[in-house]
């Protein structure tokens, strides 16, 4: 079959063809994200998805065909989501008695919700769609705006978005330097859907040829940006800064026993005291040692003997900085405290020396929607802090003692593109503590460690992260992972910090330049509706 065929097949078809086509090539495109990485497989994806949208028309006109092509990008969306999500169930096996029936809900409830704005964006691209090669530009316009609502709306859920194809090969992913992933999101639209033009019966010879070769070009141009980038930047490190950042691989279970408490730290002190070589004794040369996100399963403000314990370990000159649950004066009219998830900075002495709190929280992982009304039903968040997690105020950078300003970000917290500095003081390198064991051997370790690589290349910054069960790594400002230690393994990782990048043009011109890009794009397909009419036919 011809690709002139293929398309017109795809453009006719309907029922449950259309749906098992939307699906499927949805699902087949979340193979372009980590761990897998075959990002050609969008070259397939977009453009059966642009010719499905072409068929739209067939719903009759007006607003049913601008609704076929939001049932059209629901099914897209859900599948890619599903595809690319369906790890976040295990996390409601942790715990399998108490959470294990909502693991249907939640893993079909979330790929469904997300799918919504993979629906909107259809259906705008749909409303601004004109022939030919044209409407590669409505679909990249409506798909990039989708994503980044998504990304925003609701406190936001950006994982996964279409730019993080390009950013698994180092000298692609130098391009988030200039536009971020949500820039990215438009490029990688606009040249994966290009084989469009080579099943347009219409389309003359050139522009089959053109606008394929211009897409490639394009890729390659970008390419040369990023190796350019690299081989131009001379990564230094900062002097007399040694890390020794701790993995300890607490299974997750165990992480919420109180009754764990001395197995739990004597893991840690036994870790940060390792000898990993003949000339690395212990905490002998380590300047900041760092443990994971919520290390303990109690507060550790409220225990003075653990305290005492972390004291005797650390000693003189070297700080500690860890993850931890932090209690604090209730609500009025309320009992129960509130509790942040933050990080501790601690000194030789025990003495917590400054906190930075959680600012963006996890949805029904660290907080319920609708708090008192769902737990007068029984629900809980996952976490099993009554109550849910309380957030912090804003960003902060921390000047911590022998060490340049760090900028602590918890979790999930790295993965928002734009939003993981401070306003008022630019860190000099970003922590990451997370946890990750919640999900096991899974794809969303692998997913979570890539976007925290595109947050430094983002911001021209060095990563530290320091993951319960892993992937704990030091990653410098290109987005190159130097050292890491394996996802599952518990081992301490010892390593010198890369000096900051000068702020990168994304970190001074944020999302700017993508929306004048977009409105561009809008001036563009409006000033040529005008000519033939607005209508999506």
Same mark, same amino acid.
């Given at each position: 079959m011809t690709v002139g065929g293929l398309a017109r097949t795809v453009i006719l078809a309907w029922g449950w063809k259309r749906t098992g086509l939307a699906f499927g090539t949805g699902a087949l495109a979340a193979f372009a994200m980590p761990p897998f990485g075959v990002f050609p497989v969008l070259a397939v994806s977009f453009p059966v998805l642009v010719w499905l949208l072409d068929g739209a028309s067939a719903a009759g006109g007006g607003w049913r065909t601008l609704l076929a092509a939001g049932r059209t990008g629901?099914?897209?969306?859900?599948?890619?989501?599903? %595809?690319?999500?369906?790890?976040?169930?295990?996390?409601?096996?942790?715990?399998? &008695?108490?959470?294990?029936?909502?693991?249907?809900?939640?893993?079909?409830?979330?790929?469904?919700? =997300?799918?919504?704005?993979?629906?909107? *964006? %259809?259906?705008?691209?749909?409303?601004?769609?004109?022939?030919?090669?044209?409407?590669?530009?409505?679909?990249?316009?409506?798909?990039?705006?989708?994503?980044?609502?998504?990304?925003?709306? =609701?406190?936001?859920?950006?994982?996964?978005?279409?730019?993080?194809?390009?950013?698994?090969?180092?000298?692609?992913?130098?391009?988030?330097?200039?536009?971020?992933?949500?820039?990215?999101?438009?490029?990688?639209?606009?040249?994966?859907?290009?084989?469009?033009?080579?099943?347009?019966e219409e389309a003359t010879p050139t522009v089959r040829f053109a606008v394929p070769t211009g897409a490639v070009l394009s890729l390659m141009c970008l390419a040369l940006f990023g190796g350019w980038r690299v081989s131009a930047t001379e990564i230094a490190f900062v002097p007399g800064v040694k890390l020794r950042i701790v993995q300890p691989a607490i299974p997750q279970d165990q992480r919420f026993r109180p009754e764990a408490r001395d197995e739990i730290l004597a893991r840690y002190a036994e870790l940060s005291d390792k000898a990993t070589s003949p000339e690395r004794s212990g905490l002998r040369d380590v300047t900041h040692l760092i443990w994971p996100e919520s290390a303990f399963p109690f507060f550790l403000i409220w225990d003075r003997e653990a305290l005492s314990k972390i004291a005797d370990l650390i000693p003189p000159g070297v700080t500690?900085?860890?993850?931890?649950?932090?209690?604090?004066?209730?609500?009025?009219?309320?009992?129960?405290?509130?509790?942040?998830?933050?990080?501790?900075?601690? &000194?030789?002495?025990?003495?917590?020396?400054?906190t930075y709190d959680k600012v963006h929280l996890v949805p029904f992982g660290e907080y319920l929607p609708f708090q008192e009304r769902l737990e007068s039903l029984g629900l809980e968040a996952i976490t099993r802090q009554r109550g849910g997690f309380s957030a912090g105020d804003?960003?902060?950078?921390?000047?911590?003692?022998?060490?340049?300003?760090?900028?602590?970000?918890?979790?999930?917290?790295?993965?928002?593109? *734009?939003? %993981?500095?401070?306003?008022?003081?630019?860190?000099?390198?970003?922590?990451?503590?997370?946890?990750? %064991?919640?999900?096991?051997?899974?794809?969303g370790p692998f997913q979570h460690?890539?976007?925290?690589?595109?947050?430094?290349?983002?911001?021209?910054?060095?990563?530290?992260?320091?993951?319960?069960?892993?992937?704990?790594?030091?990653?410098?400002?290109?987005?190159?992972?130097?050292?890491?230690?394996?996802?599952?393994?518990? &081992?301490?990782? &010892?390593?010198?910090?890369?000096?900051?990048?000068q702020p990168t043009f994304f970190a001074r011109a944020g999302h700017v330049p993508l929306a004048v890009a977009a409105l561009g794009l809008v001036l563009i397909l409006l000033r040529r509706s005008r000519r033939t009419g607005l209508h999506p036919t």
């Open positions: 629901w099914w897209f969306g859900f599948g890619y989501h599903l %595809a690319g999500l369906w790890w976040v169930g295990a996390a409601f096996l942790v715990e399998a &008695d108490r959470f294990a029936w909502l693991l249907p809900a939640a893993v079909m409830l979330l790929p469904a919700g =997300l799918a919504l704005f993979t629906a909107f *964006g %259809a259906m705008v691209a749909r409303l601004l769609w004109r022939p030919g090669a044209r409407r590669i530009l409505a679909l990249a316009l409506g798909l990039t705006l989708a994503e980044f609502l998504r990304g925003t709306v =609701l406190t936001g859920f950006p994982w996964n978005l279409y730019g993080y194809a390009l950013t698994q090969y180092v000298w692609l992913a130098q391009g988030a330097a200039l536009v971020g992933v949500y820039g990215l999101t438009l490029i990688t639209i606009l040249v994966f859907a290009a084989p469009t033009v080579m099943g347009d500690l900085i860890t993850g931890a649950a932090r209690p604090d004066e209730p609500l009025p009219g309320r009992s129960e405290p509130r509790v942040f998830n933050s990080a501790y900075v601690i &000194d030789h002495h025990g003495v917590i020396n400054q804003r960003r902060r950078t921390l000047l911590v003692p022998g060490i340049p300003p760090v900028g602590i970000l918890i979790c999930y917290e790295v993965i928002f593109p *734009g939003a %993981a500095t401070a306003a008022d003081l630019r860190p000099q390198w970003l922590l990451n503590l997370t946890n990750d %064991a919640w999900f096991g051997f899974t794809p460690m890539h976007q925290t690589a595109v947050r430094a290349i983002e911001e021209g910054l060095p990563v530290i992260r320091a993951a319960n069960s892993g992937i704990s790594g030091v990653v410098d400002p290109l987005g190159r992972t130097l050292r890491a230690l394996p996802l599952g393994t518990r &081992d301490v990782l &010892d390593a010198d910090l890369p000096k900051a990048l």
